[in-house]
């Protein structure tokens, strides 16, 4: 029941209005419950007796034969969406493959074969390997049927395409073994990458294709994400920018992966605190989002205001900030979760440095899901910032006992996650902020302010900005100084920035 009470909220609220009309129209019989069943099941809090309010009585066997009705023609429903959202490219390349082996069969081999040289344009043009591999094994299936066929081109087009289809293969083993190390305490970064791409014989000096490219920084991307360390992937992000400016030309073509790698490179850069490069990356990025009549427009608009909100916010422009912030309609892309969830959490951090507590607080508020429902949607380390910020705020609010509670509960829950995964820096701050908490009289000491200095100065360059925002509020409460213009100062040493860059579109 689990399973089909989390598929039903996975939909939009669009798909699911669109899923009763497909019901509604399925059923033969008035008394069929299925409607019932799915608007039960499209609730908050699942009643205990569904059989009993859709039968009058117990009725458990009916009411299992109900559910798994209703979940198969769910998945039919899914699939069928998903096909309507696929690559109409692709869809139309497989279309037409199909077609000819049905113009074969018929013995029709001239239909055939223009159907097929359809089929093979579309999909070299799209760089659709796998579908390519299907399309010349059929030709050579059918090559003694056309006398004009070449037959050694064609096994030499059939396989160059191998070696294409073997270097996506390799890419999608190089994602799965990053993924697996990166589940190990304490991973290396530059060793995982480069130990890998060795492994399985990638690399960016050969010719990969573009969505190569675009997998390779989305993987080193995921990468840096989990350990912080930006700096790490910077020389292998920017070989794949050099590549990626070759192919410049190919930007129409992968349209929606040239914008994701315009962001990626953006946002690498940002996490360096090289704000002017991350800027034109970002301005470049929107100026793309216009083409194709902005057709991914509102795909990327929430991952470019995130982006561009932390650019005003590190650059002294944070009222700035929350103006933009407060005009994106959270509503319109409340199911691209990941991106709307983190620039929540943003904009509570720009009333904090704002020293608007209350309203900062309250904004926090409204993330009123359990810590585990935000782990599967944005994975621990967004769980463990919201966490953090949350205590911030509420010890500048003075609510004592709810700092307390945090404190213990921070404690209890990820305490054990921080130390295996070697998350030093944040288990020495959260042990500031409780001796803060406890022992107020202790962060003016001499030996409080070394501990901090120390936390600050530690491989300062390769310091993550989000990071380095929270050291900032400690340094700023040893100083009694504001924490923005601390925090603006710290970033400023470190980037050897003498003031912010003004953000436009």
Not at 98 to 120: D, G, M, V
Not at 158 to 175: G, H, I, S, T, V
Not at 279 to 295: H, I, R, T, V
Not at 409 to 429: D, G, P
Request: charged share 25%.
């Amino acid at each position: 029941m689990s399973t089909l009470h989390a598929i039903i909220a996975s939909l939009s609220a669009e798909d699911k209005k669109a899923f009763v009309r497909n019901l509604k129209e399925r059923n033969k019989r008035f008394d069929t419950k299925n409607v019932e069943l799915f608007r039960l099941l499209d609730s908050a809090n699942l009643p205990s007796n569904i059989d009993v309010i859709l039968y009058g009585t117990p009725s458990k066997g009916a009411y299992h034969a109900l559910t798994k009705r209703l979940y198969d023609v769910l998945i039919d429903f899914i699939a069928i969406k998903g096909f309507e959202k696929e690559s109409s490219e692709e869809m139309n390349a497989l279309k037409l493959l199909l077609a000819s082996r049905i113009f074969f069969e018929q013995k029709q081999p001239i239909i055939a074969f223009k159907t097929l040289a359809k089929a093979e344009l579309i999909a070299s043009k799209h760089s659709l390997f796998t579908i390519l591999n299907e399309i010349y094994q059929t030709l050579l299936l059918h090559a003694h049927l056309n006398s004009a066929l070449d037959l050694q081109t064609l096994i030499d087009r059939y396989q160059a395409n191998k070696l294409n289809m073997e270097q996506e293969e390799n890419l999608n083993l190089f994602y799965a073994t990053i993924q697996a190390e990166l589940n190990q305490s304490n991973p290396s970064i530059s060793d995982i990458i480069h130990r890998n791409l060795d492994k399985f014989n990638i690399s960016i000096t050969k010719n990969l294709s573009y969505q190569s490219l675009f997998k390779i920084l989305q993987i080193t991307n995921q990468v840096a994400y989990i350990t912080r360390d930006y700096h790490a992937i910077l020389p292998f992000i920017e070989d794949a920018c050099q590549k990626i400016e070759a192919t410049e030309r190919t930007k129409d073509k992968y349209l929606h992966d040239h914008l994701q790698i315009l962001y990626y490179l953006a946002n690498t850069y940002f996490r360096i605190k090289n704000f002017e490069l991350s800027a034109s990356y970002l301005d470049a990025m929107w100026l793309n989002m216009s083409l194709e009549n902005n057709k991914y427009s509102a795909v990327f608009e929430p991952q470019h205001e995130l982006l561009k909100s932390l650019l005003l916010i590190y650059t002294g422009n944070n009222d700035e900030a929350v103006a933009h912030i407060t005009k994106f309609n959270f509503e319109k892309f409340k199911n691209k979760s990941d991106y709307a969830l983190d620039l929540k959490l943003t904009w509570i951090v720009t009333l904090f440095f704002q020293n608007k507590y209350k309203e900062a607080f309250k904004t926090l508020q409204e993330f009123n899901h359990s810590d585990q429902w935000y782990i599967d949607k944005t994975g621990y380390i967004w769980v463990i910032q919201k966490n953090l910020i949350e205590i911030l705020l509420l010890i500048e609010l003075d609510y004592v006992d709810l700092v307390e509670s945090r404190l213990s509960s921070f404690k209890r829950k990820y305490n054990a996650h921080l130390q295996e995964h070697n998350e030093h820096a944040v288990l020495v701050f959260f042990k500031l902020i409780t001796i803060f908490h406890y022992k107020l009289e202790d962060i003016y000491s001499e030996t409080f302010r070394i501990k901090v200095g120390n936390l600050l100065s530690a491989s300062s360059k390769d310091t993550d900005v989000f990071t380095l925002s929270f050291y900032a509020w400690i340094k700023a409460k040893i100083d009694k100084a504001n924490v923005y213009t601390t925090c603006l100062d710290c970033i400023g040493e470190l980037s050897q920035l003498s003031g912010g860059t003004k953000i436009t579109k």
